[in-house]
């Protein structure tokens, strides 16, 4: 029996064109007043509060949290609400202080690279750049696949037609224009995305009655917000390490961390965007409990969507396709240019190619080959959480010792490149299959039976735990 789908292919393919037109034509028309090397790469360092904010905010929030928090609420409970929302924010908060010496130390950079290749020599330098560019691939991959898997879901469209316009659109302004047409569409869609955010909220607050509310959770399913429900602990630590330590990656940050017109404008907009992420990434978690606890056999990243769409009314159906693309494009267009103007920035120090090489036109040539191969991804609908996960981890691998070196001058390229490689190795071994039966070393290399209880049921968490703290030791043991 054929799916009856809440809106027409049609409507939707046509919603979807015209969006993507509009915030096209809106990049291009704009990044026309603003031309130049400087403007691609850090818009000329005078961005505003207004500005700075919305943009720090719509590249944080893309469609992930429209799937992610509501999946990972399912089995992790309150405990991975509050991590993923903290995870999702906390950037904010020690981008603060990175940023502060980030900018003292080397006011004319435009990436955190460029910072490492100072610190270190080449063969670590090209370890991190290779490691933050494939986050930001997987990370372009999830969210191609999400808008496309959530207009499939409401339409029925093909996945492959979905990314298929949303990558050409964004690419379009995004190679012409760089920073400065992210930034500039990034207000318009965080405009857009909090006014339809909050239409669907009230809608789901005057709707959901007494199920939306932690009682009615309490009633259904008591171990999601048990304080004895060990997975809550494990999970919320888990999405908070994971998260938090991807996001200190993020080009497209220190993009804007460079962006800034001053430190205050730099230090107030990471403030405001740090309070208005956790609201919203709690309560898409939360809808994720309510939704699981209403009827447990609907899929867990489809929480927020069939509370809201219950109705199957085509006016909220059209609403969430245009609040899916605003969340997506505004990630999308800020993952191309961070992608981008890393290989614009440290493409001299990496390849030795002919002094006359323009990397700008080299970059824009190997962002489309990523492209492609995202739109690829994207056409198969693969898991966006497991997706995320996965670059999570390489990134929680790096995060201590980069960041330590930050403030530790002791640190040769030798023992970070050991400390990092340690723990990747070890957080490979213990990350778990995408069915979370077994990891490469509990159930393959070694017997499940030779393992704890708390160990096979806490994989992901145990992986992250030793990619991310194992450097650590490492570096410990190699300073006594």
């Known amino acids: 029996m054929d799916k009856t789908y809440f809106i027409s292919q049609s409507t939707s393919l ?70 993923y929302a903290l995870g999702t924010a906390f950037p904010m908060i020690f981008l603060i202080f990175l940023g502060k010496k980030i900018r003292t130390e080397f006011p004319k950079g435009s990436s955190l690279i460029e910072f490492m290749r100072k610190k270190f020599g080449k063969s670590l330098f090209k370890l991190i750049l290779s490691m933050t560019i494939f986050y930001m691939f997987i990370f372009l991959c999830a969210e191609v696949t999400a808008v496309a898997v959530l207009i499939n879901y409401i339409s029925g469209t093909e996945l492959w037609i979905t990314a298929l316009i949303v990558l050409l659109a964004t690419l379009t302004y995004t190679l012409y224009g760089g920073l400065r047409a992210s930034i500039f569409t990034d207000n318009i869609q965080m405009i857009v995305i909090s006014i339809f955010l909050l239409i669907s909220i009230s809608f789901i607050l005057s709707n959901a009655g007494n199920t939306f509310s932690f009682e009615f959770i309490e009633q259904k399913n008591p171990q999601l917000l048990s304080s004895s429900y060990v997975p809550s602990y494990t999970a919320g630590l888990t999405f908070f390490i994971a998260v938090a330590a991807t996001n200190l990656f993020h080009q497209g940050n220190w993009q804007r961390v460079y962006a800034a017109k001053n430190y ?68 999308v267009d800020t993952l191309v240019n961070a992608i981008s103007s890393l290989f614009v920035v440290d493409g001299k120090a990496t390849f030795n190619l002919n002094k006359k090489t323009d990397y700008l036109m080299l970059s824009k040539y190997f962002i489309i080959v990523i492209s492609l191969i995202s739109f690829f991804i994207a056409s198969k609908g693969f898991d966006i959480l497991y997706l995320f996960l996965l670059a999570d981890l390489f990134c929680c691998a790096f995060v201590y010792t980069v960041f330590y070196s930050f403030y530790n001058k002791d640190i040769n390229e030798r023992t970070a490149y050991v400390a990092i490689i340690i723990g990747l190795v070890g957080g490979f071994l213990l990350f778990p299959f995408p069915d979370f039966s077994k990891s490469l070393l509990v159930g393959v290399l070694m017997s499940k039976e030779l393992f704890s209880p708390f160990i096979l049921q806490s994989l992901l968490f145990l992986s992250f735990i030793v990619a991310t703290f194992l450097p650590a030791v490492i570096l410990k043991l190699k300073k006594k």
Do not use: C
């Not at 719509?58 to 309150?78: D, R």
């Open 264 to 331: 205050l404008t730099l230090k107030q907009s990471l403030l405001i965007s740090f309070f208005i992420i956790i609201p919203i990434v709690f309560f898409m978690g939360f809808t994720g409990m309510v939704s699981f606890s209403t009827d447990p056999s609907q899929r867990p990243d489809l929480g927020f969507f069939t509370l809201l769409l219950k109705e199957q009314t085509q006016t909220l159906s059209l609403l969430i396709i245009t609040l899916g693309l605003a969340l997506t494009i505004s990630t």
């Open 14 to 83: 046509s919603l979807v064109i015209v969006i993507s037109l509009i915030f096209t034509v809106l990049g291009l028309y704009h990044s026309k007043k603003f031309k130049g090397i400087n403007n691609y790469l850090t818009a000329n360092r005078d961005v505003g509060l207004f500005s700075l904010t919305t943009s720090l905010v719509a590249s944080a929030l893309g469609a992930w949290i429209l799937f992610g928090p509501a999946a990972a609420a399912t089995w992790g409970g309150i405990g991975a609400v509050i991590g």
